[in-house]
């Protein structure tokens, strides 16, 4: 992977976003990204574990990412209002640019299959759509997609009470990092300026 800059932001109540934060982020650190794991409520609330430990979410982060992973629990097939009050802070960078053209991607748990998870994701893209960021969908793109439900519209799990992840969700949240990290170092790239052609004396 080229380098990249991902950030990964998060609001966790029962832990599951937390583990899934912490394995997205430990992936993409595997091949090569420098990550940034963040949490938009108390780092003790639902904490990273491992190697990377939350830090409070900033704007900052936001404009030194090149990559973004926002990760938050299904709450009635939205986003948890933690994660939406940190969204609503974001009009004056959005208003000068600095969030267009970033790879950005979202991450859910619900305690059912069918909890609402895919609305949740729907719902955090609107945002995306204002800021003209480039939404960057799971797809099928890994077979471990499929193996934890097959939700096309971006990382989703249905939580455990214990918070705990399986063995294929871990997989497909180390998957989710890696790509989500590649596609922000490709769209990162110096894009040439196009040559235009001199405009003819007295018009065409």
């Known amino acids: 992977m080229s380098e990249s800059r991902l950030a990964v932001i998060y609001f966790s109540r029962s832990g599951t976003i937390a ?8 992936g993409a650190a595997a091949h090569g990204a420098e990550v940034r794991l963040r949490t938009v409520a108390s780092p003790d609330q639902g904490g990273g574990g491992g190697g990377l430990a939350p830090e409070p979410a900033s704007m900052a982060d936001l ?13 009635f097939g939205n986003l948890a209002a933690e994660l939406k009050e940190f969204l609503d802070r974001t009009g004056p960078l959005a208003l000068r640019g600095k969030l267009a053209d970033k790879a950005v991607s979202g991450f859910t748990s619900a305690a059912s299959p069918h909890g609402g998870q895919e609305a949740t994701l729907l719902a955090l893209y609107h945002t995306m759509c204002h800021w003209g960021a480039v939404i960057v969908p799971t797809g099928y ?3 471990s997609l499929r193996e934890i439900g097959g939700n096309p519209y971006g990382l989703s799990v249905t939580a455990r009470h214990d918070g705990s ?16 990290a590649g596609i922000g170092a490709r769209l990162a790239e110096p894009v040439p300026e196009p040559a235009r052609e001199p405009v003819p004396a007295g018009g065409a």
């Not at 583990?19 to 430990?26: G, N, P, Q, S, T």
């Not at 090149?66 to 709450?75: E, K, V």
């Not at 992840?165 to 989500?180: Q, Y």
């Open 19 to 26: 583990m899934l934060a912490r394995h997205i982020a430990e």
């Open 63 to 75: 404009e030194w990412a090149d990559a973004i992973a926002f990760g938050s629990p299904t709450r």
């Open 141 to 143: 793109t890994d077979p």
């Open 165 to 180: 992840l399986s063995p294929a969700e871990v997989v497909a949240a180390r998957f989710f990092g890696v790509r989500l």
